[in-house]
């Protein structure tokens, strides 16, 4: 999931919610492994990258939605 480094913290947190909920329901659903460790993986990875930006200081986001870069 490397593609979660482009998208902005509040998108990640939306996921982050989303994949939480859809976790809780499988875990309730004894057939549905593969769903669950998919989701599983997924939130993981989320969490990852939100733990990532939190310990990287603010002013190296490469993000393009950051003031700081000049697109020409």
Same mark, same amino acid.
């Given at each position: 999931m490397q593609e979660l480094?482009?998208?902005e913290t509040n998108v990640l947190l939306d996921m982050l919610t989303i994949h939480t909920t859809e976790y809780l329901k499988l875990s309730d659903e004894p057939r549905k492994e593969t769903e669950y460790a +998919?989701?599983?993986l997924a939130l993981r990875a989320?969490?990852?990258?939100i733990e990532f930006r939190? +310990?990287?200081p603010a002013n190296t986001n490469t993000n393009t939605t950051d003031p700081n870069i000049i697109i020409q």
């Open positions: 480094r482009f998208l +998919k989701c599983y989320i969490q990852s990258e939190k +310990k990287t």
